[in-house]
């Protein structure tokens, strides 16, 4: 599976993560685009949006907040678990697209959620944030201030806190290695990280079952599944 960089092993240093749904697909967690992208025959991505929550907040909360019991019942895949372990012979760094914090629950120690996180929640006026995990029973929920409070995510049409977008590109650019692992990389800007690696000679592997947008542009390709290909890559570093 990974022959071709085999060799080249001791001269990575510094492995760049970039996930996305898929990688968590194998926890339980439905994808965004694939065919189980819908709820109540709602297309996810039209649910996802600034839009959506101003026109019916107690419909998106009802989403999320069947996405937050799925997500809190979730547990860390071998895929997760094989980047955790990674740590353990080089940097690793993981840029994740993904709100769910399965990397975190994984051991990962080094994760930037470049999209948000389904445990954390703000006013969509003041600047009250806080973290839950329990059930929000009554939708939409109130801040003190009387306005709603909404998933402090990253929704289409918003742009990513810049500190966390500031940093994703630094280190995507100073890597040896990017592994680009399930994602369709269809949002931007976390679809330019792969560029900013490549423009500075990273290897640039993709783990995907499927094609996507920059397959073109990979050295190399696992049409494989995260939780079978990850474990195979760790045991790369274990031999040496
Ligand atoms: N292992 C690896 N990849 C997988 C697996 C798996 N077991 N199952 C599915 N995939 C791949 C699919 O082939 C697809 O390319 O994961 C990708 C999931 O793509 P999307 O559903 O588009 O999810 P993602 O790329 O994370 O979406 C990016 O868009 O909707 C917004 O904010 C949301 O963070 C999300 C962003």
Not at 35 to 61: Q, S
Not at 192 to 200: D, H, R, V
Request: with cysteine; net charge neutral.
């Amino acid at each position: 599976m990974f022959e071709l960089i085999k060799d080249d092993i001791d001269n990575i240093k510094k492995v760049v993560f970039v996930t996305g749904a898929g990688i968590s697909q194998e926890s339980g967690i439905p994808t965004f685009r694939g065919k189980d992208g819908l709820w109540r025959n709602h297309d996810a991505m039209k649910l996802a949006t600034i839009d959506a929550f101003y026109n019916n907040p107690k419909l998106v909360w009802e989403w999320y907040n069947e996405r937050r019991a799925n997500i809190f019942a979730a547990k860390p895949n071998p895929g997760h678990r094989a980047i955790a372990e990674l740590e353990k012979y080089v940097k690793v760094v993981v840029l994740t697209q993904n709100i769910d914090g399965l990397h975190q629950k994984a051991g990962s120690s080094q994760v930037l959620e470049l999209h948000g996180s389904i445990i954390k929640i703000k006013c969509s006026v003041c600047d009250f944030k806080e973290e839950t995990t329990y059930e929000i029973s009554k939708v939409p929920p109130l801040c003190r201030c009387g306005n709603i409070l909404r998933p402090d995510v990253v929704w289409f049409g918003e742009s990513l806190p810049q500190d966390v977008w500031q940093k994703a590109m630094v280190l995507a650019s100073q890597c040896d290695l990017m592994i680009i692992v399930g994602t369709s990389l269809v949002v931007s800007p976390a679809n330019t990280l792969p560029i900013y690696a490549k423009q500075n000679n990273a290897l640039l592997i993709e783990i995907n079952p499927e094609n996507t947008e920059m397959s073109s542009e990979m050295d190399l390709i696992i049409r494989n599944t995260s939780a079978i290909s990850l474990p195979k890559f760790v045991t790369l570093f274990k031999k040496n």
